[in-house]
Protein backbone atom coordinates (compact mmCIF):
# COMPACT_ATOMS: atom_id res chain seq x y z
CA UNK A 1 0.00 0.00 0.00
CA UNK A 2 1.59 3.63 -0.83
CA UNK A 3 2.17 6.29 1.78
CA UNK A 4 1.46 9.94 1.74
CA UNK A 5 3.58 12.01 3.61
CA UNK A 6 2.38 14.83 5.74
CA UNK A 7 4.57 17.81 6.39
CA UNK A 8 4.32 21.11 8.62
CA UNK A 9 1.05 23.56 9.27
CA UNK A 10 -1.40 20.99 9.66
CA UNK A 11 -0.83 18.32 7.28
CA UNK A 12 0.74 18.85 3.64
CA UNK A 13 -1.17 15.99 2.05
CA UNK A 14 1.45 14.60 -0.50
CA UNK A 15 1.81 11.45 -2.49
CA UNK A 16 4.97 9.86 -1.69
CA UNK A 17 7.03 12.15 -1.13
CA UNK A 18 7.89 15.09 1.29
CA UNK A 19 7.41 18.22 -0.33
CA UNK A 20 10.73 20.38 -0.09
CA UNK A 21 9.64 23.57 0.67
CA UNK A 22 7.00 22.79 3.39
CA UNK A 23 9.53 21.01 5.01
CA UNK A 24 9.84 23.58 8.00
CA UNK A 25 8.41 21.62 11.07
CA UNK A 26 10.61 23.96 13.06
CA UNK A 27 9.39 25.67 16.69
CA UNK A 28 9.39 29.23 16.66
CA UNK A 29 11.63 30.84 18.52
CA UNK A 30 8.94 32.31 20.74
CA UNK A 31 7.75 28.74 22.02
CA UNK A 32 9.39 27.28 24.87
CA UNK A 33 9.33 23.57 25.05
CA UNK A 34 7.66 22.95 28.23
CA UNK A 35 7.54 18.69 28.89
CA UNK A 36 6.26 15.68 27.07
CA UNK A 37 2.77 14.69 26.84
CA UNK A 38 1.42 12.04 28.93
CA UNK A 39 -0.58 9.55 26.37
CA UNK A 40 -3.81 9.46 28.58
CA UNK A 41 -3.87 13.41 28.00
CA UNK A 42 -6.20 14.79 25.25
CA UNK A 43 -5.94 16.15 21.79
CA UNK A 44 -8.66 17.23 19.37
CA UNK A 45 -7.99 17.40 15.94
CA UNK A 46 -9.61 18.70 12.50
CA UNK A 47 -10.24 16.68 9.23
CA UNK A 48 -10.71 18.34 6.62
CA UNK A 49 -12.41 16.51 4.19
CA UNK A 50 -12.30 16.55 0.26
CA UNK A 51 -15.35 18.64 -1.08
CA UNK A 52 -17.66 18.08 -3.91
CA UNK A 53 -18.44 20.46 -6.68
CA UNK A 54 -15.69 23.11 -5.85
CA UNK A 55 -15.55 24.41 -9.66
CA UNK A 56 -19.30 24.84 -10.04
CA UNK A 57 -19.46 27.22 -6.97
CA UNK A 58 -16.72 28.99 -8.08
CA UNK A 59 -18.69 29.95 -10.84
CA UNK A 60 -21.74 30.32 -9.13
CA UNK A 61 -20.01 33.08 -7.04
CA UNK A 62 -19.06 34.61 -10.09
CA UNK A 63 -22.52 34.67 -10.68
CA UNK A 64 -23.55 36.35 -8.06
CA UNK A 65 -21.69 38.56 -7.32
CA UNK A 66 -21.40 40.22 -10.61
CA UNK A 67 -23.35 43.05 -11.03
CA UNK A 68 -24.20 42.34 -14.62
CA UNK A 69 -25.46 38.69 -14.20
CA UNK A 70 -29.29 37.72 -13.73
CA UNK A 71 -27.99 36.24 -10.91
CA UNK A 72 -26.59 38.62 -8.78
CA UNK A 73 -27.35 38.92 -4.56
CA UNK A 74 -28.90 35.74 -5.55
CA UNK A 75 -27.34 34.07 -2.49
CA UNK A 76 -27.76 30.89 -1.16
CA UNK A 77 -28.51 29.57 2.45
CA UNK A 78 -25.94 27.55 4.45
CA UNK A 79 -28.14 24.17 3.84
CA UNK A 80 -28.27 25.30 0.00
CA UNK A 81 -24.45 25.23 0.04
CA UNK A 82 -23.69 22.13 2.02
CA UNK A 83 -26.05 20.09 -0.62
CA UNK A 84 -23.47 21.81 -3.18
CA UNK A 85 -20.19 20.92 -1.54
CA UNK A 86 -20.46 18.15 1.38
CA UNK A 87 -18.44 15.06 0.12
CA UNK A 88 -19.34 12.14 -1.46
CA UNK A 89 -20.41 9.36 0.75
CA UNK A 90 -17.19 7.22 -0.41
CA UNK A 91 -14.98 9.90 1.53
CA UNK A 92 -17.26 9.69 4.52
CA UNK A 93 -17.29 6.18 4.77
CA UNK A 94 -13.25 6.01 4.14
CA UNK A 95 -12.73 8.29 6.99
CA UNK A 96 -15.14 7.79 9.60
CA UNK A 97 -14.03 3.70 8.98
CA UNK A 98 -10.34 4.71 9.49
CA UNK A 99 -10.73 7.10 12.46
CA UNK A 100 -13.63 4.11 13.99
CA UNK A 101 -10.22 1.67 13.28
CA UNK A 102 -8.44 3.51 15.95
CA UNK A 103 -10.92 3.90 18.35
CA UNK A 104 -12.02 7.31 17.47
CA UNK A 105 -15.67 7.58 18.22
CA UNK A 106 -16.02 11.51 19.65
CA UNK A 107 -16.68 13.31 16.39
CA UNK A 108 -18.40 15.96 15.23
CA UNK A 109 -19.21 17.61 12.50
CA UNK A 110 -20.84 20.67 10.82
CA UNK A 111 -23.74 21.40 8.61
CA UNK A 112 -21.71 21.18 5.28
CA UNK A 113 -20.17 17.88 6.53
CA UNK A 114 -16.78 18.52 5.46
CA UNK A 115 -15.07 19.17 8.80
CA UNK A 116 -15.19 16.60 11.44
CA UNK A 117 -13.67 17.82 15.06
CA UNK A 118 -12.08 14.22 17.02
CA UNK A 119 -11.15 14.22 20.32
CA UNK A 120 -9.15 11.33 21.25
CA UNK A 121 -6.11 10.75 23.08
CA UNK A 122 -2.27 11.62 22.73
CA UNK A 123 -1.75 7.97 22.36
CA UNK A 124 -4.64 7.24 19.58
CA UNK A 125 -3.20 10.82 17.73
CA UNK A 126 0.13 9.07 17.59
CA UNK A 127 -0.85 5.60 16.49
CA UNK A 128 -3.68 7.76 13.80
CA UNK A 129 -0.64 9.51 12.47
CA UNK A 130 2.42 7.02 12.39
CA UNK A 131 5.54 9.48 13.04
CA UNK A 132 3.66 11.96 15.07
CA UNK A 133 4.91 12.63 18.81
CA UNK A 134 3.16 15.72 20.72
CA UNK A 135 4.52 17.69 22.92
CA UNK A 136 3.27 21.06 25.35
CA UNK A 137 4.96 24.20 24.25
CA UNK A 138 4.20 27.59 26.15
CA UNK A 139 4.46 31.19 25.09
CA UNK A 140 4.03 33.83 27.51
CA UNK A 141 1.19 32.06 30.01
CA UNK A 142 -0.32 30.79 26.62
CA UNK A 143 -0.13 26.54 26.33
CA UNK A 144 -0.32 24.39 23.40
CA UNK A 145 0.27 20.38 22.15
CA UNK A 146 2.21 20.18 18.84
CA UNK A 147 3.80 17.77 17.21
CA UNK A 148 7.07 18.66 15.55
CA UNK A 149 8.02 15.42 13.89
CA UNK A 150 7.08 14.16 10.26
CA UNK A 151 4.08 11.72 9.96
CA UNK A 152 2.19 9.69 6.95
CA UNK A 153 -1.40 8.08 6.21
CA UNK A 154 -2.10 5.51 3.65
CA UNK A 155 -3.12 6.70 0.31
CA UNK A 156 -6.74 5.23 0.53
CA UNK A 157 -6.84 8.01 3.34
CA UNK A 158 -4.86 10.56 2.09
CA UNK A 159 -7.10 10.74 -1.27
CA UNK A 160 -10.38 11.88 0.82
CA UNK A 161 -8.70 14.89 3.46
CA UNK A 162 -7.35 18.06 2.33
CA UNK A 163 -5.43 18.71 5.83
CA UNK A 164 -5.34 17.42 9.58
CA UNK A 165 -5.67 20.93 11.78
CA UNK A 166 -3.98 20.82 15.54
CA UNK A 167 -0.67 18.81 14.60
CA UNK A 168 2.27 20.98 13.61
CA UNK A 169 0.70 24.58 13.40
CA UNK A 170 1.71 27.67 15.82
CA UNK A 171 -0.34 30.67 15.98
CA UNK A 172 1.75 33.59 14.17
CA UNK A 173 3.17 36.07 17.08
CA UNK A 174 0.86 38.78 17.46
CA UNK A 175 2.10 42.16 16.05
CA UNK A 176 2.88 45.42 18.02
CA UNK A 177 0.06 47.79 16.40
CA UNK A 178 2.08 50.76 17.74
CA UNK A 179 4.32 52.10 16.16
CA UNK A 180 5.93 53.61 19.06
CA UNK A 181 8.34 56.40 20.00
CA UNK A 182 9.09 57.00 16.63
CA UNK A 183 5.63 58.31 15.70
CA UNK A 184 5.78 60.59 18.80
CA UNK A 185 8.90 62.25 18.28
CA UNK A 186 7.30 63.60 14.70
CA UNK A 187 4.80 65.28 16.29
CA UNK A 188 3.20 65.63 19.94
CA UNK A 189 0.65 68.05 18.49
CA UNK A 190 -0.31 64.85 15.75
CA UNK A 191 -0.56 62.24 18.84
CA UNK A 192 -2.74 65.02 21.20
CA UNK A 193 -5.18 64.85 18.42
CA UNK A 194 -5.17 61.53 16.70
CA UNK A 195 -7.79 59.06 14.53
CA UNK A 196 -11.03 59.61 17.14
CA UNK A 197 -14.29 58.31 15.88
CA UNK A 198 -15.07 61.90 14.68
CA UNK A 199 -12.09 62.18 12.75
CA UNK A 200 -13.21 59.33 10.61
CA UNK A 201 -16.65 59.83 9.74
CA UNK A 202 -15.39 63.42 8.83
CA UNK A 203 -12.95 62.32 6.56
CA UNK A 204 -14.99 60.08 5.27
CA UNK A 205 -18.14 62.19 4.95
CA UNK A 206 -20.19 60.15 7.17
CA UNK A 207 -22.59 62.17 8.94
CA UNK A 208 -25.04 61.89 12.26
CA UNK A 209 -27.69 60.43 10.38
CA UNK A 210 -25.58 57.68 9.00
CA UNK A 211 -26.24 55.17 11.80
CA UNK A 212 -28.08 51.45 11.15
CA UNK A 213 -31.63 51.49 11.54
CA UNK A 214 -32.28 48.13 9.56
CA UNK A 215 -33.63 45.20 12.24
CA UNK A 216 -31.96 42.54 9.89
CA UNK A 217 -28.49 43.78 9.95
CA UNK A 218 -25.10 42.82 11.57
CA UNK A 219 -21.78 42.79 11.21
CA UNK A 220 -18.49 40.98 13.31
CA UNK A 221 -14.94 40.79 14.31
CA UNK A 222 -12.92 37.96 15.17
CA UNK A 223 -10.44 37.68 18.16
CA UNK A 224 -7.56 35.54 17.92
CA UNK A 225 -3.89 35.30 19.48
CA UNK A 226 -5.40 35.49 23.18
CA UNK A 227 -6.61 38.91 22.39
CA UNK A 228 -10.01 39.74 24.50
CA UNK A 229 -11.93 43.16 24.32
CA UNK A 230 -13.36 44.31 27.89
CA UNK A 231 -17.49 45.65 27.36
CA UNK A 232 -16.49 48.56 30.00
CA UNK A 233 -13.98 49.60 27.61
CA UNK A 234 -16.63 49.89 24.76
CA UNK A 235 -18.76 51.81 26.95
CA UNK A 236 -15.72 54.01 28.06
CA UNK A 237 -15.11 54.50 24.72
CA UNK A 238 -18.21 55.54 23.37
CA UNK A 239 -19.07 57.92 26.21
CA UNK A 240 -15.69 59.25 25.56
CA UNK A 241 -15.26 59.54 21.46
CA UNK A 242 -19.30 58.75 20.12
CA UNK A 243 -21.35 61.55 21.04
CA UNK A 244 -22.11 63.20 18.21
CA UNK A 245 -23.66 59.90 16.72
CA UNK A 246 -26.80 57.55 17.67
CA UNK A 247 -24.61 54.51 18.48
CA UNK A 248 -24.96 51.25 20.50
CA UNK A 249 -22.46 50.84 23.34
CA UNK A 250 -22.47 47.04 23.86
CA UNK A 251 -21.96 43.86 21.88
CA UNK A 252 -24.80 42.15 21.27
CA UNK A 253 -23.26 38.67 21.04
CA UNK A 254 -20.37 37.17 21.88
CA UNK A 255 -19.45 33.68 20.15
CA UNK A 256 -17.36 31.53 21.89
CA UNK A 257 -15.57 32.20 25.26
CA UNK A 258 -14.04 35.33 26.40
CA UNK A 259 -10.81 34.61 28.04
CA UNK A 260 -9.48 36.64 31.10
CA UNK A 261 -7.22 39.18 32.31
CA UNK A 262 -6.32 41.92 30.58
CA UNK A 263 -8.18 44.04 27.67
CA UNK A 264 -5.88 43.40 24.21
CA UNK A 265 -5.08 46.34 22.75
CA UNK A 266 -6.07 44.50 19.31
CA UNK A 267 -9.55 43.47 19.89
CA UNK A 268 -10.60 46.35 21.65
CA UNK A 269 -9.29 48.62 18.35
CA UNK A 270 -11.84 46.15 16.24
CA UNK A 271 -14.31 46.09 17.94
CA UNK A 272 -14.47 50.09 18.87
CA UNK A 273 -14.15 50.83 15.39
CA UNK A 274 -16.33 48.95 13.53
CA UNK A 275 -19.11 49.81 16.22
CA UNK A 276 -18.15 53.99 15.40
CA UNK A 277 -18.09 53.33 12.22
CA UNK A 278 -21.20 51.00 11.41
CA UNK A 279 -22.93 52.92 13.94
CA UNK A 280 -26.09 51.71 15.61
CA UNK A 281 -25.53 48.18 14.14
CA UNK A 282 -25.97 44.99 15.88
CA UNK A 283 -22.27 43.72 16.41
CA UNK A 284 -21.00 40.55 17.35
CA UNK A 285 -17.58 39.11 18.52
CA UNK A 286 -16.20 35.54 17.61
CA UNK A 287 -13.68 34.79 20.02
CA UNK A 288 -12.30 30.73 21.05
CA UNK A 289 -9.03 30.64 22.95
CA UNK A 290 -9.90 26.54 22.33
CA UNK A 291 -11.04 23.81 24.29
CA UNK A 292 -8.35 21.85 23.75
CA UNK A 293 -4.59 23.04 23.55
CA UNK A 294 -4.42 21.41 20.01
CA UNK A 295 -7.13 23.74 18.34
CA UNK A 296 -6.25 26.25 15.81
CA UNK A 297 -8.49 29.67 16.72
CA UNK A 298 -8.41 30.66 13.49
CA UNK A 299 -9.84 27.33 11.94
CA UNK A 300 -12.31 27.33 14.59
CA UNK A 301 -14.08 30.80 13.17
CA UNK A 302 -14.16 28.75 10.14
CA UNK A 303 -15.72 25.56 11.85
CA UNK A 304 -18.59 28.54 13.50
CA UNK A 305 -19.58 30.39 10.03
CA UNK A 306 -19.72 26.59 8.50
CA UNK A 307 -22.31 25.48 11.35
CA UNK A 308 -24.38 28.81 11.95
CA UNK A 309 -27.46 29.80 9.64
CA UNK A 310 -27.77 33.24 10.84
CA UNK A 311 -24.16 34.96 10.89
CA UNK A 312 -23.46 38.65 10.49
CA UNK A 313 -23.38 39.99 6.76
CA UNK A 314 -19.76 41.62 7.23
CA UNK A 315 -17.09 40.33 9.30
CA UNK A 316 -13.60 42.03 9.80
CA UNK A 317 -10.48 40.17 10.79
CA UNK A 318 -7.31 41.31 11.65
CA UNK A 319 -5.37 38.05 11.23
CA UNK A 320 -2.91 36.71 8.89
CA UNK A 321 0.85 34.68 8.29
CA UNK A 322 2.94 34.57 5.39
CA UNK A 323 2.42 32.38 2.87
CA UNK A 324 5.49 30.45 2.87
CA UNK A 325 4.75 29.27 6.28
CA UNK A 326 1.58 27.74 4.90
CA UNK A 327 1.24 24.65 2.89
CA UNK A 328 -0.56 25.37 -0.77
CA UNK A 329 -3.70 22.74 0.23
CA UNK A 330 -4.52 24.38 3.77
CA UNK A 331 -4.72 27.98 2.11
CA UNK A 332 -6.42 26.12 -1.17
CA UNK A 333 -9.28 24.63 1.22
CA UNK A 334 -9.21 27.93 3.49
CA UNK A 335 -9.74 29.66 0.24
CA UNK A 336 -12.74 27.64 -0.85
CA UNK A 337 -14.38 28.09 2.58
CA UNK A 338 -14.18 31.91 1.71
CA UNK A 339 -15.70 30.98 -1.59
CA UNK A 340 -18.32 29.43 0.71
CA UNK A 341 -18.97 32.79 2.74
CA UNK A 342 -19.28 34.63 -0.40
CA UNK A 343 -21.87 32.37 -1.59
CA UNK A 344 -24.36 32.84 1.28
CA UNK A 345 -23.54 36.73 0.98
CA UNK A 346 -21.39 37.34 3.09
CA UNK A 347 -18.27 40.05 2.91
CA UNK A 348 -15.15 38.90 4.46
CA UNK A 349 -12.73 41.66 5.15
CA UNK A 350 -8.69 40.69 5.93
CA UNK A 351 -6.11 43.59 7.27
CA UNK A 352 -3.32 43.58 4.52
CA UNK A 353 -0.94 43.44 6.85
CA UNK A 354 1.62 45.84 8.49
CA UNK A 355 4.95 45.00 6.95
CA UNK A 356 4.65 46.45 3.67
CA UNK A 357 5.61 44.50 1.06
CA UNK A 358 7.54 41.94 3.35
CA UNK A 359 10.29 40.12 2.73
CA UNK A 360 11.75 36.86 2.77
CA UNK A 361 15.40 36.17 3.17
CA UNK A 362 16.71 33.01 1.07
CA UNK A 363 20.14 32.12 0.08
CA UNK A 364 20.62 33.65 -3.13
CA UNK A 365 18.38 36.31 -3.01
CA UNK A 366 15.63 38.07 -1.28
CA UNK A 367 11.46 38.29 -2.40
CA UNK A 368 9.00 39.70 -0.93
CA UNK A 369 6.79 38.28 1.16
CA UNK A 370 2.58 38.33 0.49
CA UNK A 371 0.04 37.69 3.36
CA UNK A 372 -2.25 34.64 4.10
CA UNK A 373 -5.73 35.44 4.03
CA UNK A 374 -4.71 39.07 2.41
CA UNK A 375 -3.63 36.69 -0.42
CA UNK A 376 -7.08 35.15 -1.21
CA UNK A 377 -8.81 35.90 -3.84
CA UNK A 378 -11.95 35.73 -2.29
CA UNK A 379 -11.57 38.10 0.67
CA UNK A 380 -11.86 41.87 0.06
CA UNK A 381 -8.20 43.16 1.62
CA UNK A 382 -7.66 46.30 3.37
CA UNK A 383 -4.47 48.58 3.23
CA UNK A 384 -3.84 51.70 5.23
CA UNK A 385 -3.18 55.48 4.36
CA UNK A 386 -1.67 58.29 6.68
CA UNK A 387 -2.98 61.68 6.67
CA UNK A 388 -0.48 63.96 5.02
CA UNK A 389 0.22 65.97 7.86
CA UNK A 390 -1.05 66.60 11.43
CA UNK A 391 -3.31 69.34 10.87
CA UNK A 392 -4.09 68.15 7.26
CA UNK A 393 -7.27 65.78 7.48
CA UNK A 394 -8.08 65.67 4.56
CA UNK A 395 -5.58 64.41 2.48
CA UNK A 396 -4.25 60.78 2.81
CA UNK A 397 -0.91 59.67 1.66
CA UNK A 398 0.21 55.93 1.54
CA UNK A 399 0.68 54.25 4.71
CA UNK A 400 4.60 52.47 4.90
CA UNK A 401 3.36 49.57 7.22
CA UNK A 402 0.64 49.43 4.51
CA UNK A 403 0.67 45.65 3.59
CA UNK A 404 0.56 44.87 -0.02
CA UNK A 405 1.65 42.69 -3.04
CA UNK A 406 1.38 39.78 -5.36
CA UNK A 407 0.13 36.15 -4.03
CA UNK A 408 2.77 33.42 -4.87
CA UNK A 409 -0.02 30.70 -4.23
CA UNK A 410 -3.27 32.24 -6.01
CA UNK A 411 -3.26 33.36 -9.44
CA UNK A 412 -4.45 36.95 -10.62
CA UNK A 413 -8.33 36.77 -10.53
CA UNK A 414 -10.19 38.04 -13.72
CA UNK A 415 -11.95 40.53 -11.73
CA UNK A 416 -8.81 42.47 -11.09
CA UNK A 417 -6.38 41.58 -14.45
CA UNK A 418 -7.37 44.85 -16.51
CA UNK A 419 -6.52 47.24 -12.90
CA UNK A 420 -3.43 44.86 -12.03
CA UNK A 421 -2.05 44.92 -15.67
CA UNK A 422 -2.71 48.91 -16.33
CA UNK A 423 -0.61 49.66 -12.72
CA UNK A 424 1.87 47.03 -14.03
CA UNK A 425 2.15 49.04 -17.47
CA UNK A 426 2.06 52.55 -16.11
CA UNK A 427 4.47 53.03 -12.75
CA UNK A 428 8.20 53.05 -13.34
CA UNK A 429 10.10 51.92 -12.23
CA UNK A 430 8.52 48.76 -10.70
CA UNK A 431 10.72 46.17 -7.91
CA UNK A 432 12.95 43.39 -10.10
CA UNK A 433 10.59 41.10 -11.12
CA UNK A 434 12.94 39.01 -9.32
CA UNK A 435 10.81 39.88 -6.06
CA UNK A 436 7.41 39.35 -6.75
CA UNK A 437 4.75 36.96 -8.75
CA UNK A 438 3.53 39.31 -11.43
CA UNK A 439 0.66 36.73 -12.28
CA UNK A 440 -0.57 36.63 -9.01
CA UNK A 441 -3.40 37.85 -6.98
CA UNK A 442 -2.72 41.45 -5.87
CA UNK A 443 -3.50 43.07 -3.07
CA UNK A 444 -4.80 45.18 -1.28
CA UNK A 445 -8.52 46.08 -3.07
CA UNK A 446 -9.00 49.25 -0.86
CA UNK A 447 -7.87 50.89 2.67
CA UNK A 448 -8.74 53.87 5.09
CA UNK A 449 -6.52 55.62 7.66
CA UNK A 450 -4.45 53.21 9.58
CA UNK A 451 -2.47 55.70 11.74
CA UNK A 452 -2.34 57.22 15.20
CA UNK A 453 -5.83 55.82 16.52
CA UNK A 454 -7.23 56.32 20.23
CA UNK A 455 -7.99 53.36 21.66
CA UNK A 456 -9.40 52.53 25.01
CA UNK A 457 -8.34 49.35 26.88
CA UNK A 458 -8.28 48.19 30.59
CA UNK A 459 -9.83 51.59 31.13
CA UNK A 460 -7.16 53.67 29.71
CA UNK A 461 -7.10 56.06 26.54
CA UNK A 462 -4.36 54.57 24.26
CA UNK A 463 -3.04 57.10 21.79
CA UNK A 464 -0.92 56.26 18.52
CA UNK A 465 -2.45 53.08 17.98
CA UNK A 466 -1.83 51.89 14.21
CA UNK A 467 -1.84 49.35 11.85
CA UNK A 468 -4.27 48.26 9.02
CA UNK A 469 -5.96 46.03 11.82
CA UNK A 470 -7.86 49.45 12.34
CA UNK A 471 -8.06 50.48 8.70
CA UNK A 472 -10.04 47.26 8.30
CA UNK A 473 -13.02 47.39 10.76
CA UNK A 474 -13.62 51.31 9.24
CA UNK A 475 -14.38 49.96 6.02
CA UNK A 476 -16.09 47.06 7.51
CA UNK A 477 -18.57 49.55 9.19
CA UNK A 478 -19.44 51.39 6.47
CA UNK A 479 -19.90 48.22 4.49
CA UNK A 480 -22.57 47.49 7.29
CA UNK A 481 -23.68 50.80 6.51
CA UNK A 482 -24.36 50.15 2.84
CA UNK A 483 -26.03 47.08 3.60
CA UNK A 484 -28.50 49.03 6.03
CA UNK A 485 -29.90 51.12 3.26
CA UNK A 486 -29.90 47.79 0.85
CA UNK A 487 -31.91 45.87 3.44
CA UNK A 488 -34.21 49.08 3.71
CA UNK A 489 -35.23 48.97 -0.18
CA UNK A 490 -35.40 45.24 -0.43
CA UNK A 491 -32.21 44.38 -1.79
CA UNK A 492 -29.82 41.99 -0.75
CA UNK A 493 -26.27 42.19 0.74
CA UNK A 494 -23.17 42.70 -0.73
CA UNK A 495 -21.50 39.75 -0.39
CA UNK A 496 -18.04 38.84 -2.06
CA UNK A 497 -18.02 42.39 -2.99
CA UNK A 498 -14.79 42.45 -5.19
CA UNK A 499 -15.94 41.83 -8.71
CA UNK A 500 -18.66 45.00 -7.82
CA UNK A 501 -15.86 47.09 -6.65
CA UNK A 502 -13.09 46.65 -9.62
CA UNK A 503 -15.99 47.45 -11.77
CA UNK A 504 -16.49 50.49 -10.52
CA UNK A 505 -12.81 51.36 -11.15
CA UNK A 506 -12.22 53.99 -7.98
CA UNK A 507 -15.70 55.54 -8.12
CA UNK A 508 -16.71 56.31 -4.71
CA UNK A 509 -13.54 56.04 -3.44
CA UNK A 510 -10.80 58.80 -2.74
CA UNK A 511 -7.76 57.74 -5.05
CA UNK A 512 -4.52 57.58 -3.25
CA UNK A 513 -1.77 58.72 -5.00
CA UNK A 514 1.11 59.69 -3.09
CA UNK A 515 3.86 57.43 -0.96
CA UNK A 516 5.48 53.87 -0.67
CA UNK A 517 5.14 51.11 1.65
CA UNK A 518 8.63 49.58 2.94
CA UNK A 519 9.66 46.13 1.88
CA UNK A 520 13.43 44.51 1.47
CA UNK A 521 16.28 46.17 3.36
CA UNK A 522 19.29 45.58 0.70
CA UNK A 523 21.24 47.23 -2.06
CA UNK A 524 18.81 46.68 -4.74
CA UNK A 525 15.84 48.17 -3.47
CA UNK A 526 16.75 49.82 -0.19
CA UNK A 527 13.77 49.12 1.67
CA UNK A 528 11.17 50.48 -0.81
CA UNK A 529 8.09 48.30 -2.55
CA UNK A 530 5.66 49.37 -4.15
CA UNK A 531 4.65 52.83 -4.75
CA UNK A 532 0.81 54.61 -4.59
CA UNK A 533 0.10 55.93 -7.98
CA UNK A 534 -3.47 57.07 -9.96
CA UNK A 535 -6.21 54.03 -9.83
CA UNK A 536 -5.63 51.00 -8.65
CA UNK A 537 -2.14 50.20 -6.93
CA UNK A 538 -0.63 47.26 -4.82
CA UNK A 539 -0.33 49.47 -1.63
CA UNK A 540 -3.48 51.18 -1.01
CA UNK A 541 -5.84 49.65 -3.66
CA UNK A 542 -8.21 52.04 -4.99
CA UNK A 543 -8.37 54.00 -2.40
CA UNK A 544 -10.33 55.06 0.29
CA UNK A 545 -14.03 55.55 1.23
CA UNK A 546 -15.94 58.35 0.08
CA UNK A 547 -18.65 57.24 2.16
CA UNK A 548 -22.11 59.02 0.29
CA UNK A 549 -20.80 58.33 -3.21
CA UNK A 550 -19.76 54.93 -2.18
CA UNK A 551 -23.17 54.24 -0.72
CA UNK A 552 -24.61 55.66 -4.54
CA UNK A 553 -22.57 53.42 -6.06
CA UNK A 554 -23.61 50.49 -4.50
CA UNK A 555 -27.46 51.01 -4.09
CA UNK A 556 -28.80 48.93 -7.50
Request: charged content about 20%; some cysteine; aromatic content about 10%.
Amino acid sequence: MRIAVFVLSFIWLVSGELLEDDQDSSVPEDWILVEGVKPLEEVELTFALKQQNVKQMKELLKLVSDPDSHQYGKHLSLEEVAALVKPSQLTENVIQNWLQSHGVKNCHTVVTRDFLQCVMTVQVAEALLPGAKFHRYRRHSHTLLRSTSLYSVHEDVHRHLDFVGGVHRFPPKGKDISKGTEGARQSALRYQLGATPSVIRTRYNLTAKDVGTATNNSQAVAQFLEEYYHPADLAEFMRLFAGGFTHMSAVDRVVGTQGGGEAGTEASLDVEYIMSSGANISTWVFTNPGRHESQEPFLQWILLLNNMSAVPWVHTISYGDDEDSLSDAYMKRINTEFMKAGLRGISLLFASGDSGAGCRHLSKKNTFRPSFPASSPYVTTVGGTSFKGPLKFNYEVTDYISGGGFSNVFAMPDYQVGAVQAYLKSVQPLPPQTYFNITGRAYPDLAALSDNYWVVTNLKSVPSVSGTSASTPVVGGMLSLINDQRFLKGLSSLGFINPRLYKLQGKGLYDVTQGCHMSCRDDKIKGKGFCASPSWDPVTGWGTPNYPALLKALMD
